[in-house]
């Protein structure tokens, strides 16, 4: 597995080697777009060869020739800059999902939280955790982009492991997202805030945020840092993401904790996928090794201080993908299907939950242009709910979330921290002990988020 004296200390060892080296290799594999007029010094990046395919990758992708041109002239402009916000979008590049919804997907293998409640292992249960939280970049290689949610928009599940989960938009400059899940062993709660970079042909998209699991009979509270993603060949190129970088899962209550490392992809794909590393305790001593690949499977070993397998040790797989929907449009995994279905909706919907978005209802149907015209009346609405809040003196207050008064620091940037009121909680408690429940329609419930009067698009 390693040779030589290299030791797997916190935040370096064999692993790390191993990651700055692939890192490196992985950077030959970009080449410019210097043959085609008006396109020069874009980068374009083949993930299944080498430079002397990047001329070639250029002409593929989902973009035609004509929208390609479009797309370019209205955002050339905004490189080197944050584009969470700046520009509206085609529809073209949507799926049918909110940033809420996606939100939730984190949730599909929750059942390893419910284990890691359950393990007396204390580094067993970090690796738990730590598998829980690679598990949901499978679904985060889709290449299309969700739509943003409305200010005041929200999402519920619930009828998956007996959970509960709300989110809701708490801002929409900066864009900013929470959400609180819990069942009878986990609280997740995350503050979101997306910070990105503009680079002509990709983005790279920081995860300003902080994300906490409190294990209930444990009773210990994980805190979790994620690496950065890239988004890659926007324009030019077939589209595809990577998130090379470390992520940390701290257990806060004992310090032990997990550092792992996302390979770049390098040469005709080597290292895409793989994400290797140590469970450590809270002197900072290897405990278990970790490795696998986030599109797959991941695995954990005892290992020494030198970071080798114990003798008379196996890998025991923790976490492996299940079963994929085959030729889905959107690359969705059955469980992102049941987030956009009524199946996992509670009793009463909140009419400002994001399956009722028109929009969004619409290119689930593929309804292209009237998903586009759906966009665009929502945010005119949205326009106009601000310019009547701001004409009444009015602050917008999230329904769900308190800002807590916290500012955590990020590798990216300070987050204000919102945290969960309980609120929903008790509406919950209230609607699902009503005698009489109306069936759920996505034609019954007419999509409102809005706090404000009238916001009919003017």
């Given amino acids: 597995m390693r040779s030589g004296d290299e030791k797997p200390t916190e935040g370096g060892g064999f692993f790390a080697a191993i ?12 080449k410019s777009v210097n043959g085609l007029m008006g396109y020069e010094g874009l980068e374009v990046i083949n993930p299944e060869g080498s430079t002397e395919d990047a001329e070639a990758e250029a002409q593929r992708g989902r973009w035609k020739q004509e929208d390609r041109d479009g797309y370019w002239k209205m955002m050339h402009k905004y490189i080197g800059a944050d584009v969470t916000s700046l520009v509206t979008l085609p529809v073209i590049i949507f799926e049918p999902m909110t940033m809420l919804q996606k939100m939730a997907e984190i949730l599909e293998y929750a059942h390893l939280l419910d284990l890691a409640d359950e393990c007396e292992d204390p580094y067993m249960r970090v690796a738990y955790v730590s598998s829980w939280a690679i598990s949901v970049y499978f679904a985060y290689q889709r290449t299309w982009k969700p739509f943003n949610p409305i200010l005041g928009e929200t999402y519920e599940m619930v009828n998956h492991n007996g959970i509960t989960f709300i989110s809701e938009q708490i801002s929409h400059h900066p864009p900013m997202s929470a ?88 040469w005709f794909g080597a290292g895409r996928y793989e994400v290797d590393g140590y469970v450590y305790n809270a002197s900072e001593e290897p405990k278990l090794l970790m490795t696998g690949k986030w599109n797959e499977s991941m695995s954990c070993q005892p290992c020494d201080l030198e970071g080798e397998p114990l003798p008379g040790t196996e890998l025991k797989e923790i976490w492996k993908v299940a079963a994929t929907p085959e030729n889905d449009k959107y690359q969705y995994t059955y469980f992102a299907h049941k987030l956009n279905s009524f199946e996992t909706a509670p009793k009463k919907l909140l009419a400002s939950d994001s399956r009722l978005r028109p929009d969004r209802y619409a290119l689930e149907k593929g309804e292209m242009s009237k998903s586009g015209a759906e966009k665009s009346r929502l945010e005119e609405q949205q326009r106009a709910e601000k310019r009547n809040r701001e004409a009444n003196g009015h602050k917008f207050t999230p329904r769900w979330f308190n800002l807590s008064g916290e500012i955590t620091p990020t590798p990216w940037g300070d987050l204000e921290v919102y945290e969960y009121n309980g609120k929903y909680t008790e509406h919950r408690a209230v609607v699902d002990s009503a005698d009489v429940i109306e069936e759920v329609d996505i034609n019954s419930i007419a999509f409102n988020p809005w706090q404000y009067g009238n916001v009919s698009a003017e």
Avoid at 212 to 238: E, H, M, Q, S, W
Wanted: net charge positive.
């Fill in 179 to 266: 959400g609180h899940a819990e069942n009878e062993h986990f609280t997740y709660d995350i503050t979101s805030k997306l910070k990105t970079k503009f680079l002509g042909n990709s983005v790279e998209v920081y995860p300003v945020g902080r994300t906490r699991v409190t294990l209930k009979k444990a009773g210990v509270v994980f805190d979790l840092v994620p690496p950065p993603t890239k988004v890659n060949n926007l324009i030019f190129g077939r589209t595809w993401v990577d998130s090379p970088g470390e992520m940390i899962m701290t257990n806060l209550t004992t310090g032990d904790k997990a550092v792992l490392y996302f390979q770049p992809c390098g």
């Fill in 19 to 30: 990651s700055s080296s692939v890192r490196s290799w992985g950077s030959a594999m970009q």
